[in-house]
């Protein structure tokens, strides 16, 4: 079974601070991505990477960047967080092997609070 | 652009009722669909897909949803429902030509004793 685990389940940081999110899957996957979920928004994508130091801008990257400088980790980064920042984050990953059809496995999500 | 709507926000039934969560999804290309369930302070987990032939396609827990093209709609079903089955449902699609996916509101099921 795929495995994703995100770093922490509960954070709370101060507005300014610089957050790092952390995710690593154990199954080798080429692709990672990383969401936010918000009620009655469904979940929005923020960054993805297609494989190791490759990065994509999703629909919301404003505030965010990433790095994947290893194959397993994927880190989120917020470079000086706000309130509006606050929110649940969940990281997936997913290999491209076997078609496109390879559906993305989720971590438990990690609950951020910015004050 | 692909997009996805559930139409409801809300789902609320009693145990052994059936049920159906309606999903309406946009594309100008050829699509994959998929229905994920997230159970409190978890992640998602995957119930069923669509990638092609039979319209009608079944998932873990005997969920099961219908393709339907000429309506756009991908709605997921179940014939007699269990308090365990509470949990927010997402209907979600992908381009065929990409891996990105892009994902409904939700729709809270709470099912009632």
């Known amino acids: 079974d795929v495995k994703v685990t995100q770093s922490s389940r509960y954070l709370v940081k101060r507005t300014g601070e610089k957050v790092f999110l952390e995710c690593v899957q154990d199954m080798d996957h080429e692709n990672m991505f990383w969401y936010r979920q918000d009620p009655g928004l469904g979940l929005r994508l923020i960054y993805f990477s297609y494989d190791v130091k490759m990065k994509e801008k999703g629909d919301i990257p404003e505030g965010y960047s990433v790095s994947r400088e290893k194959k397993e980790r994927f880190s989120l980064i917020l470079e000086s967080a706000s309130t509006n920042q606050t929110s649940m984050y969940l990281c997936?990953?997913?290999?491209?092997?076997?078609?496109?059809?390879?559906?993305?496995?989720f971590g438990d999500g990690t609950r951020l609070s910015i004050l | 652009a692909q997009s996805v709507t559930q139409l409801d926000s809300q789902v609320p039934v009693f145990e052994e009722a059936p049920v159906e969560l309606r999903c309406n999804y946009s594309?100008?290309?050829?699509?994959?669909l998929f229905w994920y369930v997230q159970y409190p302070n978890q992640g998602l987990q995957l119930l069923l897909k669509?990638?092609?032939?039979?319209?009608l396609v079944k998932g873990i827990n005997g969920f099961e949803a219908e393709f339907n093209k000429s309506q756009t709609s991908f709605h997921l079903r179940k014939p007699s429902v269990h308090i365990s089955v509470t949990a927010e449902y997402f209907c979600a699609v992908s381009e065929t030509s990409g891996s990105r996916l892009t994902f409904g509101e939700g729709t809270q099921l709470t099912v009632n004793p």
């Open positions: 669509y990638l092609s032939g039979s319209t």
């Open positions: 997936a990953s997913r290999t491209p092997a076997g078609g496109r059809n390879q559906p993305q496995h």
């Open positions: 594309s100008s290309v050829s699509v994959y």
